[in-house]
C-alpha cells in the first residue's frame, strides 16, 4: 500500500474538508524534509546489489572495512587528519580517500563505512565531481553504509535518548545525502565490549534487519560454537509484541578482524600474495590451502553453507590498494580450484549481502531474551571496570544530554528568534554533534586517553556555549525580558557568583518534562535571611543552612559563599516559572548545623534513623505504607590488582576490574557527623576520612532519601590502585538476585554467579557479578523492594543477600593492557593529587507492586534536571514570569522523549511510554495523547509517523522475518489509533511523528 493510500485508510473517518487541508500540509512537508529522495536509483543497491552465491558450495563472504574510532588514543581531530601519529598512525580522511580510488578502478570490489561523524567531514570536503563519484557507488552498492549513527556508540554507560539522538544525526544526514540507497539495512557493534538488550531494541525499531557484533564472553562463545548458536534470535523487549524488537544478531568470527595470516594492510606484516611462478617467493598454493583450513574450520562454527570474513581492522585501509590487490587475488585462485573440485567459493559482499543469504536459509533460530553483559575474555578478565571509569565525565555527558533537550525544546517554543535574537545567533548543532561523539565506545565508557576525554568535555561544554545563546534568545521571546542571563554551570559544589554577591536576582527554572515538577534549588549565598517570591509574589518556604565543609573544600577557589539558600521550585510542564530572591539580613544563617546524628530524620513520606554510636544510617521507613527495612550504608574499596606488566596477571584498568581479594575495605567503621533539621530541609553530613563525606537529606515533600556523596582525591601514597564503592546492607531477602535497567529503560534481573545461557564457571567472584546501571538497580522480597536511582552511569552489583553495592570512583596505577596505554589516574588543574567527584543516589522504599510508580519518575527527573538561569535584580515589569508549552500535562506514563526542529515549520516529536508491561497497575496500561492537543503555542496542522530513527515512513518499514525455534504465541491484534491526530502508547512503546505546525494566535 502506498503512503498516501495509507493516510487515506487513517482519515476514512474524517470530513473531506480536513482531509484534504491535511494532505496538502503533507505532501508540502514531504516535499520540503524527504525522507526517500527519488532521484536516486534504487533498483541496484542494498540486497539487489549482491554478487551471486554458488548453491551447495561454501561461500566466503569477504567484507572489506575499516573500524575508526572516534576518539580513543587521540582526539576526533587528530584521527581525521591524520595528526599526532606518534601515538598511533590513523588518518580517516585518507582512508575515505584511499578506498573511493579503489572502488572505482573494479566494480567488483565492495567495502562498507560505519562512523557518519567521519564520512560527514570527509564529504563536506570533497569538489562536486568527487560526490558525484561516490553518490554513484552508494547507488549501485558497492559503497554501502552499516549502522550509520554519528558513532558506534558504546552499549553500558549510554542513555536511550542520547543513543537515539546520535543515530537519528548519521542517519539523516545520509538520507538526505543518498536517499534510500544510504540508508543502512544492518546494525553494527565489532568493538563495544558487552551488549545491552535495549540497544537491540532500538535496532530493530530503526527498521534494522540484523544486528553484528565481534565481542561476548569467552564461556558464551564456548558454548555457542558447541552448539551452532552464534546466529540467534534476539527478543530485545519484555513488553513489546513480538517480532516489533526482535532482532536477528549474528557474532563474527574473529572479533572484526581478519583470519590470522590474511591480514594485507600497511600495519600488517602478512605476506602478499606473489603469483609469479617464476619467484622464489611464489606463495599462491601456499594461500589457498591456508585460507582452505580456515574457511572450512569456521565453516564448522556456523549453521549455514555461508560464513563472513571482515577483511580489515582498526583504521585500516589508508592504503587501500594493498587491501584490494591481494583480495581480487584471493578471490580469482581460490575460486579457480573449483575446476579441480573444490568446494569454496569467495566473493565480495557486505553484512547485508551476507544476512539475505541467512535469511534465505529458511531456518529457525535460538532465541534470545536476555543481554551480553557482563563481558570477560578471559578467566579474570572481566569488562566491567569501565562502567564506572572516568566518572566525573559520565555525570558531565549526563548533564549535557539534559541541556540539548532543553536548547532543542526551546529553540522550538521561542521560534526563529530563537536563533537570532539579543543575544546573537545560537544553534544546537554544536552540542548536538558534541553530545553523538560522546556516545561513542570509547567516549562516555571512559576507557579512552587522559587528553582525549579532556576534547570530549571540551567539545560539551563549547556545544552548551552556543545553546546557551538559543536558551536565552528563547526565554527572552517568551517572557518579553532581554535582560541578560547568567548561568552557574558549578552549583553542584556551590559556585555561583551572581547569588553570592548579589542582594537581589532572580532564578527562572525551566523544566524540560511533560508533566509539573517540584525541584530543590540550593543556592550559594552570604547572607542570612532572604525572601523568596514565586511568579504570583507569593511567598515561597526558603531556608539559609550553613555549607558544609566537604563542599567549602571541594569548591576550592570557585565561589566564597559561606552558606547555602535553599526552597523547593514547581515549574510547570514544558515551561518555565520565576522566582524573585532579595536579602532580607546578615549575619550567621539562621539554620545552624548541630554535632552529631538525630535520631532521626523524617517528613511525611520518609523516615530514616541512625545508629548513634556510629553515625550510620540504621533503619528506612515509608511513612505512606508502614514499611521499615534495617538498613545500613557505608564506603569501601577495593584493591586493584596490579598485573605486573603482564596480560597472564591481569592488571585493573580503564576497561577491567579485577580486585585483589573478594573483600573489600572499610574506610571507616564510624563517621563523623553533623545535623540541620528544619521544617524545609533535614540533612545528617557524615564525615567518613579526608578523602569521603557524604550527606543525606529529606526535603519536606520528598518520597526519596537523598545520598550526596563526595570522593576524592582517592590516596596513592600506599602503592595501591583503590575502586571505591558505596554498599547498603538491609533486611531484604534478596536469595541472590537483584535487578538493573538496560539504558535507562527496561529492567532485567540478574543472579548472582549465573547466566540465563550457559553454565557459568564463575572466575571473579565480585567483578563476573558486576553489572551496568545506567539509571536504577534494586533488591526486592515478596513485601520490600529497595530501589537505588543514580545520576549517571555506574558499575554495581548485589554480592550479598539484601545488599546492593554501587562503584562510585577509580583510581588505577598500571594499565590493564586493552590498548589505552596508561593508567585511569585523572588528575588535573583543578585537582593535582588526584580527581574529587560528587553524586547524589535516590533511595526510595516501596512494596514491590508500587515500586515502578515511584522510580520511573524519579530516574526521568534525575536525568532531565530543570535548568536554573538567573538574571540582576527582579524581573522586569511586564515580563511573563510562568510559561507552560503544553495545553495540558501528559499522564504521568507518558514522556515527551524529543521535541526538536526538523524544518522550518515542521517538528521531530517522539512520545514515550515510560512503564513496562505488568509492572504498574495504574500506568503499565495503554494512553491516548492528542497531537492537536499538545502545544499551547503552536496548532499542529499535519502529521506523519516515522520508525524510531526518524529516516523511514513507518508504514514503508518492512523488514526481514525470522522464524525462533520455540513456538510463537499468536499475535494480538494492535491497537488502532482512534484517529490520525489521537495516537495510542503501548507500555515501552516510543512513537515518532514528524509535525507540521503553525502559530496558535
Not at 426 to 433: C, F, H, I, P, V
Amino acid at each position: 500500500m502506498s503512503h498516501d493510500l495509507c493516510l487515506y485508510s487513517k482519515m476514512a473517518a474524517l470530513s473531506p474538508v480536513l482531509v484534504l487541508t491535511y494532505l496538502s500540509y503533507f505532501h508540502s512537508a514531504v516535499l520540503s524534509f524527504p525522507l526517500d529522495q527519488q532521484s536516486h536509483d534504487t533498483s541496484s543497491c542494498g540486497y539487489k546489489s549482491c554478487h551471486a552465491t554458488v548453491p551447495n558450495m561454501l561461500n566466503v563472504h569477504l567484507v572489506p572495512h575499516t573500524h575508526d574510532d572516534v576518539g580513543w588514543l587521540k582526539t576526533v581531530d587528530q584521527y581525521f587528519y591524520g595528526g599526532r601519529n606518534d601515538i598511533q598512525h590513523a588518518g580517516v580522511q585518507y582512508i575515505l580517500d584511499s578506498v573511493v580510488g579503489q572502488l572505482l578502478q573494479n566494480p567488483e570490489r565492495r567495502f562498507i563505512y560505519v562512523e557518519t561523524a567521519f564520512f560527514y567531514r570527509w564529504w563536506k570536503n570533497q569538489p562536486p565531481s568527487m560526490q558525484k563519484a561516490v553518490r554513484q557507488l552508494v547507488d549501485q552498492g558497492r559503497l554501502e553504509f552499516v549502522n550509520g549513527g554519528w558513532c558506534m556508540s558504546d552499549e553500558a554507560t549510554t542513555h536511550y535518548s542520547a543513543v537515539i539522538d546520535q543515530m537519528t544525526l548519521g542517519l539523516r544526514f545520509l538520507n538526505d545525502t543518498f536517499g534510500p540507497c544510504g540508508r543502512p539495512r544492518v546494525a553494527w557493534h565489532i568493538d563495544p565490549f558487552g551488549h545491552a538488550r535495549e540497544h537491540a531494541s532500538m535496532f530493530a525499531q530503526m527498521g534494522y534487519d540484523g544486528f553484528f557484533f565481534g565481542r561476548l564472553d569467552y564461556q558464551d562463545r564456548d558454548n555457542r560454537i558447541r552448539t551452532l548458536d552464534q546466529e540467534l534470535l534476539w527478543r530485545a523487549s519484555e513488553s513489546l509484541e513480538p517480532p516489533y524488537a526482535d532482532l536477528f544478531t549474528g557474532i563474527l568470527p574473529n572479533g572484526y578482524n581478519p583470519p590470522k595470516g590474511f591480514c594485507w594492510d600497511q600495519s600488517c606484516d602478512d605476506a602478499p600474495i606473489m603469483d609469479d611462478p617464476d619467484l622464489e617467493d611464489y606463495n599462491v598454493d601456499d594461500v589457498v590451502q591456508r585460507f582452505t583450513v580456515a574457511a572450512n574450520s569456521q565453516a564448522m562454527a556456523y549453521k549455514t553453507k555461508h560464513i563472513i570474513m571482515t577483511m580489515g581492522s582498526d583504521f585500516q585501509y589508508e592504503n587501500a590498494n594493498l587491501w584490494y590487490k591481494n583480495l581480487d587475488k584471493l578471490i580469482r585462485y581460490v575460486n579457480a580450484r573449483q575446476a579441480n573440485g573444490s568446494r569454496i567459493n569467495v566473493l565480495y559482499s557486505t553484512p547485508s549481502c551476507y544476512l539475505q543469504e541467512l535469511h534465505h536459509s529458511n531456518l529457525t533460530w535460538t532465541l534470545k531474551t536476555d543481554d551480553f553483559f557482563p563481558y570477560a575474555d578471559n578467566a579474570h578478565n572481566f569488562w566491567t571496570g569501565y562502567f564506572t571509569s572516568r566518572p566525573a565525565l559520565k555525570r558531565y555527558e549526563r548533564v549535557s544530554n539534559g541541556r540539548l533537550q532543553t536548547c532543542n525544546q526551546l529553540e522550538v517554543l521561542g521560534g526563529p528568534s530563537s536563533r537570532k535574537g539579543p543575544f546573537g545567533a545560537g544553534d544546537s548543532e554544536t552540542l548536538r554533534e558534541a553530545m553523538a561523539v560522546a556516545q561513542h565506545h570509547d567516549a562516555v565508557s571512559g576507557t579512552e586517553k587522559q587528553h582525549v576525554a579532556n576534547d570530549y568535555a571540551r567539545r560539551l561544554a563549547n556545544g552548551w556555549q552556543h545553546c546557551q545563546v538559543v536558551v536565552s534568545n528563547s526565554l527572552a521571546a517568551l517572557s518579553g525580558s532581554s535582560a541578560g542571563r547568567i548561568y552557574c554551570d558549578n552549583l553542584n559544589v556551590s559556585a555561583c557568583p551572581l547569588t553570592e554577591a548579589s542582594k537581589k536576582f532572580s532564578v527562572n527554572v525551566y523544566n524540560s518534562l511533560a508533566r509539573p515538577v517540584v525541584w530543590p534549588v540550593r543556592l550559594p549565598v552570604n547572607a542570612s535571611a532572604y525572601t523568596v517570591l514565586d511568579a504570583t509574589g507569593t511567598p515561597v518556604d526558603c531556608q539559609v543552612v550553613p555549607m558544609s565543609k566537604a563542599t567549602q573544600q571541594v569548591r576550592k577557589d570557585r565561589g566564597y559563599a559561606v552558606n547555602e539558600l535553599v526552597f523547593q521550585a514547581q515549574a510547570p510542564p514544558l515551561g518555565y516559572s520565576t522566582y524573585s530572591v532579595s536579602v532580607l539580613q546578615n549575619g550567621p544563617p539562621s539554620a545552624s548545623a548541630k554535632s552529631g546524628p538525630p535520631a532521626a530524620i523524617e517528613n511525611k513520606f520518609v523516615r530514616a534513623t541512625f545508629d548513634p554510636a556510629t553515625g550510620l544510617l540504621d533503619s528506612l521507613t515509608n511513612l505512606e505504607t508502614q514499611q521499615t527495612i534495617k538498613l545500613t550504608q557505608n564506603f569501601y574499596w577495593y584493591n586493584a590488582s596490579d598485573g605486573k606488566s603482564s596480560i597472564s596477571d591481569q592488571a585493573s584498568g580503564a576497561y577491567i576490574f579485577r580486585p585483589n581479594s573478594s573483600s573489600p575495605f572499610i574506610i571507616s567503621c564510624t563517621a563523623e557527623t553533623e545535623s540541620i533539621q528544619t521544617p524545609e530541609l533535614q540533612e545528617v553530613r557524615q564525615q567518613f576520612g579526608p578523602w569521603v563525606s557524604q550527606v543525606i537529606r529529606l526535603h519536606s515533600n520528598s518520597k526519596a532519601l537523598e545520598m550526596e556523596w563526595t570522593v576524592g582525591p582517592v590516596p596513592i601514597a600506599d602503592g595501591q590502585g583503590k575502586e571505591v564503592i558505596t554498599r547498603l546492607d538491609s533486611s531484604i531477602a534478596s536469595s541472590g538476585v537483584f535487578y538493573t535497567d538496560s539504558n535507562g529503560r527496561e529492567v532485567l534481573q540478574r543472579k548472582k554467579d549465573f547466566r540465563p545461557t550457559w553454565d557459568l564457571k564463575q572466575t571473579e567472584p565480585v567483578a563476573g557479578n558486576y553489572y551496568p546501571i545506567n539509571s536504577r538497580a534494586y533488591i526486592k522480597d515478596d513485601k520490600d523492594q529497595l530501589t537505588v536511582v543514580t545520576d549517571r552511569s555506574q558499575g554495581g552489583s548485589s554480592i550479598h543477600d539484601g545488599s546492593l553495592e554501587i562503584m562510585l570512583h577509580r583510581r588505577l596505577l598500571h594499565d590493564d593492557w586493552r590498548g589505552v596505554g596508561e593508567p585511569l589516574n585523572e588528575t588535573s588543574g583543578v585537582f593535582p593529587l588526584g580527581l574529587v567527584v560528587r553524586g547524589r543516589l535516590l533511595l526510595s522504599l516501596t512494596p514491590p507492586a508500587l515500586a515502578a510508580d515511584a522510580h520511573r519518575p524519579l530516574a526521568q527527573e534525575n536525568v532531565l534536571q530543570p535548568l536554573l538561569s538567573f538574571t540582576e535584580g527582579g524581573p522586569p515589569p511586564g515580563s511573563l514570569l510562568e510559561f507552560s508549552g503544553l495545553q495540558a500535562a501528559l499522564p504521568p506514563a507518558v514522556h515527551l522523549l524529543t521535541l526538536s526542529q526538523w524544518g522550518q515549520d515542521s517538528l521531530l516529536v517522539r512520545l514515550e511510554h515510560q512503564f513496562q508491561t505488568k509492572e504498574s497497575k495504574e500506568h503499565s496500561v495503554p494512553f491516548t495523547v492528542n497531537l492537536q492537543k499538545l502545544f499551547s503555542t503552536l496548532k499542529v496542522v499535519g502529521v506523519s509517523e516515522l520508525n524510531l530513527s526518524a529516516n523511514q515512513w513507518i508504514d514503508e518499514m518492512k523488514r526481514l522475518d525470522w522464524r525462533p525455534k520455540m513456538a510463537l504465541k499468536p499475535l494480538r491484534k494492535p491497537l488502532g489509533d482512534p484517529s490520525v491526530w489521537e495516537v495510542i502508547l503501548t507500555p515501552m512503546q516510543i512513537r515518532t511523528f514528524i509535525l507540521r505546525v503553525a502559530p496558535r494566535r
